[in-house]
């Protein structure tokens, strides 16, 4: 869900949600709930999209390009329809991210994970989601940030 009508629907069939947005989103889902008279602890799932990488700088030349593509499609796909601001800004920062080279934090150390999933867990957040895989990449290339996710973040993070 990305938007109130989305929002209001999980609400109110009791569902959890995948939210794509921050805490404003978060905090519509909760009330939401509330005024549907669901109780108990939401489910609010949303997107991780950073990598633990030991190496964010060598993780972002060699599959770099493969993100960058897939966040100028995803921001094309929602920033076309231009009905949140937040897509609207998003495709503005991947357009930037891609004429200067970087894409923000796509890659970053373990421990800057572990800090941002505890910020997530923190704000409401009780799953997050990773794209297994870049387009154009062989599946195989994002096993090395499986296994940092594997080796040095679920371990610090497992009991939030």
Known sequence: GRAEPAVERAARMGDGLIAVGGPDLYDMYRNARAANGQAGKANIATFGWAYPAEDPGRAWEEVGPHAI???????????????????????????????????????????????????????????????????????????????????????????L
Request: zero cysteines; a negative charge; charged letters at 20%.
């Open 69 to 159: 593509y897939r966040s100028r499609n995803y921001a094309d796909w929602y920033g076309t329809a231009a009905d949140l601001e937040s897509d609207r800004s998003w495709m503005g920062a991947v357009e930037a991210g891609v004429r200067t080279g970087t894409n923000a934090n796509l890659f970053q150390t373990p421990d800057r994970t572990i800090a941002d999933l505890q910020s997530m867990a923190a704000l409401g957040v009780t799953s997050v989601l990773f794209f297994g895989t870049f387009p154009g990449l062989r599946p195989s290339a994002t096993i090395p940030y499986f296994e940092a996710m594997a080796k040095h973040v679920l371990p610090a993070v497992k009991d």
